[in-house]
């Protein structure tokens, strides 16, 4: 596609609901990217992919987050039990090599847990 | 760990001022510095990379930042801005296989 698509662009849920975002890179990218921005914050590094496997995933802050790229193109970011402190946006990039190369963002995914 | 510093979190400006907005590191080793911008309503875009060679890199629209290696620090500067250059500015960090590290950013206002 001509960008990083991510949907959705919105979500509101409560409190101890799963929730899953998903992520369409640029096509031919192998390296896709999950980051999280809270307010005020800059972008933090959740995981990263290279292919189908997770290359690193020291980002993730506890066991209820979990992401999985399948095919080697798209991406879902699942949240478990979600707590009202996961509500931030969700950031995929991706990029056609991995490390240090120039990341393409999407637009995000908001998510509000209530 | 890696860190990033920006300092300033909000910095407001008249139009054709000059500006510098400030970036500091901390790391030892060799790094690859970049600025990211995101304008209002958009996503998150690359405004310019430094890996190696010359320190000043010039990046799109006018844009230029110098990487000082004795000070850690890779500070963005414009001579003249423009009300279009409103937006956030992210510094960000990278070294070896790791991931990128991001400053918290600052918000730039241009005022007419």
Known sequence: GAGVSQTPSNKVTEKGKYVELRCDPISGHTALYWYRQSLGQGPEFLIYFQGTGAADDSGLPNDRFFAVRPEGSVSTLKIQRTERGDSAVYLCASSALGPPGELFFGEGSRLTVL | ?112
């Open chain 2, 1 to 112: 760990a890696q860190s990033v510093s920006q300092h300033n979190h909000h910095v407001i400006l008249s139009e054709a001022a000059s500006l510098e907005l400030g970036c500091n590191y901390s790391y030892g080793g060799t790094v690859n510095l970049f600025w990211y911008v995101q304008y209002p309503g958009q996503h998150l875009q690359l405004l310019l990379k430094y890996f190696s060679g010359d320190p000043l890199v010039k990046g799109i629209k006018g844009f230029e930042a110098e990487f000082i290696k004795s000070k850690f620090s890779f500070n963005l500067r414009k001579p003249s801005v423009q009300w279009s250059d409103t937006a956030e500015y992210f510094c960000a960090l990278h070294f070896g296989n790791e991931k990128l590290t991001f400053g918290t950013g600052t918000r730039l206002t241009i005022i007419p």
